[in-house]
């Protein structure tokens, strides 16, 4: 398995501006990982992306995974052919970024939003891009996000129903906590198709504490941490995945309240030392 770090992770100093995806780059490719994934709203137009595929050049440091925020559980059909144009669009950046994924999501719920309607639309929306993402020779991979495909059993009713080769999925090992599923089972129940992991941990909280919080689906409250300090049993996870015979990325992807760089290298460090423990 290889190591990877989510552009993700530093998200708090992209907003405050301390920091753009060259700099990401530089800061990781220090910390002896295995490839980076990136973003798509963290790259500002065209020419920072001709930046950012040269630096990668330099550095030998190969794209992991380029992950996009779609949303096919929208309410029109001129809204859903604007999500898949927006797709189509992501595969072509993958191409330019030489990764073989595209990190996709099913939707988000809105308060207007019929769950049977929202979930048609997500399957029109995979299954109008599948076909030219082959051409392209890209895998989408979904995430276990939300209403839509939050759990193991939800995200593999849709990849059975798409049906297409190239649409794996992308285990995010806190989500399933926010859907109220057992992480070490939600992972376990779907390791014939994982082809990307996101290694993410989570700590429950019995009360806010004036920081970022986040609400799983009954409300329990929790917090992002730092790999192996929060709820989710990391170690099991890498022993199962390990015993399935999966051999691509899990990407690091810090959600916490302290410093993003820090926690992020600590992070990548903890699971360095879960893989050469097993």
């Given at each position: 398995?290889?190591?990877s770090?989510?552009?993700?992770?530093?998200?708090?100093?992209?907003?405050?501006?301390?920091?753009?995806?060259?700099?990401?780059i530089?800061?990781?490719?220090?910390?002896?990982?295995?490839?980076?994934?990136?973003?798509?709203?963290?790259?500002?137009?065209?020419?920072?992306?001709?930046d950012?595929?040269?630096?990668?050049?330099?550095?030998?440091?190969?794209?992991?995974?380029?992950?996009?925020?779609?949303?096919?559980?929208?309410?029109?059909?001129?809204?859903l052919?604007?999500?898949?144009?927006?797709?189509?669009?992501?595969?072509?950046?993958?191409?330019?970024?030489?990764t073989?994924m595209?990190?996709?999501?099913?939707?988000?719920?809105?308060?207007?939003?019929?769950?049977?309607?929202?979930?048609?639309?997500?399957?029109k929306?995979?299954?109008?891009?599948?076909?030219?993402?082959?051409?392209?020779?890209?895998t989408?991979?979904?995430?276990?996000?939300?209403?839509?495909?939050?759990?193991?059993?939800?995200?593999?009713?849709?990849?059975?129903?798409?049906?297409?080769?190239?649409?794996?999925?992308?285990?995010?090992?806190?989500?399933?906590?926010?859907?109220?599923?057992d992480?070490?089972?939600?992972?376990r129940?779907?390791?014939?198709?994982?082809?990307?992991?996101?290694?993410?941990?989570?700590?429950?909280?019995d009360?806010?504490?004036?920081?970022?919080?986040?609400?799983?689906?009954?409300?329990?409250?929790?917090?992002g941490?730092?790999?192996?300090?929060?709820?989710v049993?990391?170690?099991?996870?890498v022993?199962?995945?390990k015993?399935?015979?999966?051999?691509g990325?899990l990407?690091?992807?810090?959600?916490?309240?302290?410093?993003?760089?820090?926690?992020?290298r600590?992070?990548?460090?903890?699971?360095?030392?879960?893989?050469?423990?097993?």
């Open positions: 398995m290889k190591i770090v989510s552009m993700w992770s530093m998200q708090k100093d992209f907003y405050l501006n301390k920091i753009n995806a060259l700099d990401f530089n800061i990781v490719s220090n910390w002896g990982v295995d490839g980076v994934e990136l973003l798509d709203f963290f790259i500002r137009d065209g020419n920072e992306l001709q950012v595929v040269k630096l990668l050049n330099e550095k030998s440091l190969p794209v992991s995974a380029f992950s996009i925020e779609n949303d096919f559980a929208v309410e029109s059909s001129d809204e052919e604007a999500q898949i144009a927006y797709v189509k669009d992501s595969i072509d950046t993958a191409v330019k970024l030489r073989p595209l990190r996709v999501l099913s939707g988000y719920k809105k308060s207007s939003t019929n769950y049977n309607n929202g979930i048609e639309n997500v399957l929306g995979l299954k109008s891009c599948v076909s030219y993402a082959k051409e392209k020779g890209i989408l991979v979904l995430e276990n996000s939300g209403m839509f495909s939050g759990t193991s059993k939800k995200i593999r009713e849709i990849i059975n129903n798409v049906a297409a080769e190239n649409l794996k999925v992308n285990v995010d090992t806190g989500n399933f906590l926010l859907e109220l599923e992480p070490v089972d939600g992972v129940n779907l390791t014939d198709i994982i082809s990307f992991v996101h290694f993410k941990d989570l700590k429950k909280l009360k806010p504490n004036g920081k970022e919080i986040i609400a799983s689906a009954d409300h329990t409250l929790y917090q941490i730092r790999a192996g300090m929060g709820d049993d990391l170690d099991q996870i022993k199962i995945l015993t399935s015979e999966y051999k990325y990407s690091i992807e810090y959600e916490g309240i302290d410093d993003c760089i820090i926690e992020t600590e992070s990548t460090e903890y699971l360095r030392l879960l893989l050469n423990k097993i």
